[in-house]
């Protein structure tokens, strides 16, 4: 049986550590949408008797593969040329697609080049897929039975011609209804442990197979349609899970659906016409950024200050220097006294504070790198809590920034 | 010819799209240092006949295979049973490994349970990888002449066991001086005007391939040794790319190797005994968050404000009422107020402010998403650039964080 999507990702940065692929999860993402499954992907480099090789290789073992990368201007982008040996047609000149590069430099202010002109030629018979933000058109040439997509590497340029033409292409290949995900999102409890609460359950679905995947933000569950059940059944075992999460873990199990947790509780404080504020010295920003990261978030998030310097928490934050000679910039107390003093300072509901040791320097036998402390203040109260997060810099951070909005959604919903 | 080494990234997750790949830029690089290069990736689901086909396609084809994820204790992680199946060897029960994953559990004050049995089986005759922040560890087997590493994935739980185990028993395989590769950045520039620009001098080059890497924070250019000459002309090619990229575009050309902007340019900070405040509107925190990235940043990076209401801007940062009245807050007036507002707020050598309309609403035909002011601020002046990016909302933040800190770093150069 041939796999329904395979794709191929091009470039020999991926082989080298240079670049990490952002395709493949958009790719993944979309073809379910349509009632197909990516089932293998391979990363080869930018060479042409490799690329021709793998097509060739997969050509007959999948009804549709997707490639991306290597349509651009310069001398490194062979792609073209190795999907055109594969299939064993010569490459051709396109004056459609050439005009169409004229213009669209015309509207940057710029001339096309003799180094544009490459980008003019596709294999013959090959439909040419227009792009509308960049030089490189895709195309797309169907060889046994198998419809082969090239796109181009920059994903602003990939994207909308997925949207436009690839998915409306795949859905008449076909013409199945969407496989069914649902994702289980938590925070603050580890995998071996969900899975003890809850395999009792989950061992006894007969419609989905279920996955765990632990990440820097909490462990997700994932039910996945094994079969073609009516949806009323499927429902009826997500509906289950759900049920068995909110009685088993209560608000550590934070979100049915893939939105994170800086949405979901930044949706929850507009909901309740509330607001939130935050002081960052651990996570330097991705709190703020977390919760900026999604339109619509200037409705409930006003302001954040990352405070790195000891001089910064006392004149953005109102800290206390004796707090800070006291206990010092990492403890409780200068924790509590940031929480509320961004609180007060941007007139918010609602204040998050982090301070602590990321490393890798700066620990200390009494204060060791991991050492955090994350706060809560609200009107009248705050909420600190210490822990020591295991990792680099980057994990703790990372960490630290996911437990320190969980918390706030874990507070938003006790005071509901 | 065999290929030196392939990875092979094991993982329903990363073909239904719930995560993006965290391991092959990691493994590529590593590989590179014992002079080793990933010639193919594969991404497989978490299924044992497809894992155990692939395996056995890939080991006469390699001489080096690492494989990872899937060794963790829930029912979905099925990679230690498609290896061993692919090698034609039983699983057998270690009793050293069992004890190693129980004194791990006990030194987290909890109990190993049958759930963590799982993790002590390994393929007959393997070497069993430990693994010192986790309970899965690792192993290789040696078959058909091909070194099989299998490794878990978390990246945290990873990246030890490949500097302490792999890449030991690869040096030992491959006993080769590392692959040299030399990067060039650049911000500002297109790929196709940088490749006219230089492609004069990369073209003649004997010793190195030359790749191109758009991203949104600029160009790369690449050089990848490509003989064995030996160092002094590598280093000389190097030297000469080095140079005409200096004349060709000056500033532009902000780094010789793999530090991003922001660690350039905080390095240059530090070297000068200057520091740095930012008000971030449209970034959200971004550039506070890609400063303080790197360890040692509080010594130039004093604070950073996240302001996205008016209020905050006017409460924070000092921005006049009557300036975001008359100009509103996306204008010229308001971002120069508030990079001096920051600056003098946080006593800092150098401001740096973004505010603009990062979308997908908020625009209107004076300012249309994508509208962005960027400024930087010193003793006596200020720097306001004018911009209207295009991509979405993610896109528009990240280039002009990017952006926004070049800038910084040319006024440096400028002011040396």
Known sequence: MRNDVEVILVGDELLRGERSDAHLVFLSRATRRIGARVR???????????????VAERLPLTRALVLT???????????????????????EFSEDAWQSIVHFMESRGREASDTNRRQAYFPRGAAVLPNSVGTAAGFRVDVSDCAVFVLPG?????????????LPAMDSIFGRPPVRVEMFRTNGITESQLFELLAPDTTRLEHHTVSWLPTL?????????????????LDAECEHIHGRLSELIGNRYYERGDRPISRVTGELLAARGETVAVAESLTGGSIARYFTDHAGSSAHFLAGAVTYSNQS????????????????????????????????????????????????????????VGLTFIGVAWEGGVQVKRMILPGDRATVRTRASHTAIWLLYDQLRRRG
């Open 40 to 54: 293998r992907a391979h990363v080869v480099g930018d060479d042409v008797a490799s690329i021709a090789a793998l």
């Open 313 to 368: 928490k006392t004149d953005l934050l109102g800290v206390r220097a004796e707090t800070i000679d006291a206990f010092g910039a990492v403890s409780e107390e200068t924790c509590t006294e940031m929480a509320h003093g961004i609180r007060r300072r941007a007139k918010a509901t609602w204040g998050i504070a982090t301070t602590g040791i990321a490393g890798p320097a700066g620990g200390t036998p009494h204060k060791p």
């Open 69 to 91: 990368g290597g349509l651009g201007p310069t001398d490194d982008d062979v792609t073209r040329e190795g999907v055109a040996e594969a299939i064993g047609l010569p490459l």
């Open 217 to 233: 933000g909490g462990v997700d569950v994932v039910l996945t349609q094994r079969t073609g059940a009516e949806p009323a059944r």
């Open 154 to 166: 920059p994903p602003m340029e990939l994207r909308p011609m997925v949207d436009a033409h690839v």
